[in-house]
Structures are given as C-alpha cells and as structure tokens.
C-alpha cells in the first residue's frame, strides 16, 4: 500500500498477558518509529530504527517492551506482561532516510488493557 | 537533549480569525521544523514543514515562521474554518540524530 500500515486496529486483553503489534512502513522508507500517545496526551517516543544500525531503545518505559525490526521492513512491537497504564494508542511512523526528513504515520493501535 | 515547549495548549477562535501556535527549542542543532495536525482519532499529518536555511514557509492559509536566533518556530493559520478544529503538534530534528522531538499539542477550536 501507499502509506504506513498498522495492525491490528484494536486491541483488547487482560492485564498480564502479552500483545504483539506489528508495523508495515511505506516501501523505501528506511527510518521507523514507535510512539505512545496515551488519551489526550502527546507523543512519547519509545523506539526508532534506522537501516541495519543498531535501534535507539532509549524511550522504552520497561523490560516489558521490546521491538524488532528486520532489515527495512516490517517491524513488530511486543509488550510482555501488559498493565493496565499500557493501555494507549501506539503510532508507528516511517520517513524516507533520517531524523530529518517528513514523518509518515500509521493509523495506530488503540490497545485497551482490561 | 532537544527541549520543545508548545503554546498554547488550547486555543479558541471565530471562524474567519487567525490563529498562532508557538513553539521553542533548546538545542541550535535542531534544523527541521515540521508540524502535524491530528483531528480526533485520525493519525497525526504533516501539514507543512520548514528547514533552517529559510525563515518562512506558505502554504494557502498556512504559514510557518522560524527564528534562529531566539530558537522559536511558529505556525499561523489564517482565515480558520470549522476543519481546521484538532491538534497540532510541532517537532524539532536534526541532521545527525534519532529522534524527533514534540511539542505537547495545541488543541484548536475553530467556533462556527
């Protein structure tokens, strides 16, 4: 597709379990963000990627969250052992090369932890 | 690190009238400017953008403004119309680095 596309759109589950969100960038676009945007608030940078440099892990709150990506393509956001200040929508963003270029962003997955 | 403070945090204007968002920046090599206008659970967009080799940006109703000197970058919407009502994030990035760094939003309300 033309743009960033996220899924799953919604998510829903249990404190205490585990979630994995998954991230496609737009073909081409070698840079990838992670973002939470908890309800009215802005946005908290967790994680960026760029080509096959080592990610900048330096936003994730936890241990309990990870990321991959494999070489420039699509990337996946896991939370292990969700609490319930997890719940939030989580943005991913690509741009063509580098921190200073446009910022394309994803629909998002709004995760709801009960 | 890149310090970016946004204001203000909401704003409220008559159709027809101008609004401004200000935004500052700590750090000098801080060199894109871009901003993203988010309408309620839409993605956040960008809607215009500026480097720091200009000092202003034009797109229809929409300006950017930037000084380098006091580290400021503002965004000036003119005759404002009920769509233009969401929240607008700025940012600041530079050449070498990894992160952009956001304001904390501007909800605009644009009243009919």
């Known amino acids: 597709g033309a743009g960033v596309s996220q899924s799953p759109s919604n998510k829903v589950t249990e404190k205490g379990k585990d979630v994995e969100l998954r991230c496609d960038p737009i073909s081409g676009h070698t840079a990838l963000y992670w973002y939470r945007q908890r309800l009215g608030q802005g946005l908290e940078f967790l994680i960026y990627f760029q080509g096959n440099s080592a990610p900048d892990k330096s936003g994730l709150p936890s241990d309990r969250f990870s990321a991959e990506r494999t070489g420039e393509s699509v990337s996946t956001l896991t939370i292990q052992r969700t609490q319930q200040e997890d719940s939030a929508v989580y943005l991913c963003a690509s741009s063509l090369y580098s921190s200073n270029q446009p910022q394309h962003f994803g629909d998002g997955t709004r995760l709801s932890i009960l | 690190g890149e310090n970016v403070e946004q204001h203000p945090s909401t704003l409220s204007v008559q159709e027809g009238d101008s609004a401004v968002i200000k935004c500052t920046y700590s750090d000098s090599a801080s060199n894109y400017f871009p901003w993203y206008k988010q309408e309620l659970g839409k993605r956040p967009q960008l809607i215009i953008d500026?480097?720091?080799?200009?000092g202003e940006k034009k797109d229809q109703r929409i300006a950017v403004t930037l000084n380098k000197t006091a580290k400021h970058f503002s965004l000036h919407i003119t005759e404002t119309q009920p769509e233009d009502s969401a929240v607008y994030f700025c940012?600041?990035?530079?050449?070498?680095?990894?992160?952009?760094?956001f304001g904390t939003g501007t909800s605009l309300t644009v009243i009919p």
């Open positions: 940012a600041a990035s530079q050449t070498t680095g990894n992160q952009f760094y």
């Open positions: 500026i480097r720091s080799n200009v």
